[in-house]
Nanobody, 126 residues
Framework: QVQLVESGGGLVQAGGSLRLSCATS????????MGWFRQAPGKEREFVLA????????AYADSVKGRFTIARDNAKNTVYLQMNSLKPEDTAVYYC???????????????????WGQGTQVTVSS
């Protein structure tokens, strides 16, 4: 079992930046592929970014390419989502997810993940 706790959300103006963190506890963090998803009101949860357990493989949604980056610090058991050039359409609850796997893959669909955080709200004002 692993617990995920997101932090760093908040209110920011369009064009601004935020960095979300997802701290994990439980089993060995470096054995988990990690992902970020988001869900806006009335919409389905959508993929944002993902990173393999080693950090060697990443995947990005087209909507965030060039603006968002994902990184992990296995020594701190934490994965980060750096969000730059934020837009009002980025407003959503952002969720961190984890999948125990030995495959060097970045997983992009919610059903592939076993564990989820509680989410953190990001609101971008125009």
């Amino acid at each position: 079992q692993v617990q995920l706790v997101e932090s760093g959300g908040g209110l920011v103006q369009a064009g601004g930046s935020l960095r979300l963190s997802c701290a994990t506890s439980g089993r060995t963090f470096r054995s988990y592929a990690m992902g970020w998803f988001r869900q806006a009101p009335g919409k389905e949860r959508e993929f944002v970014l993902a990173i393999s357990w080693s950090g060697s493989s990443t995947a990005y949604a087209d909507s965030v390419k060039g603006r968002f980056t994902i990184a992990r610090d296995n020594a701190k058991n934490t994965v980060y989502l750096q969000m730059n050039s934020l837009k009002p359409e980025d407003t959503a609850v952002y969720y961190c997810a984890a999948k125990y796997t030995s495959r060097l893959v970045a997983l992009t669909t919610p059903l592939e993940y076993d564990y989820w955080g509680q989410g953190t709200q990001v609101t971008v004002s125009s």
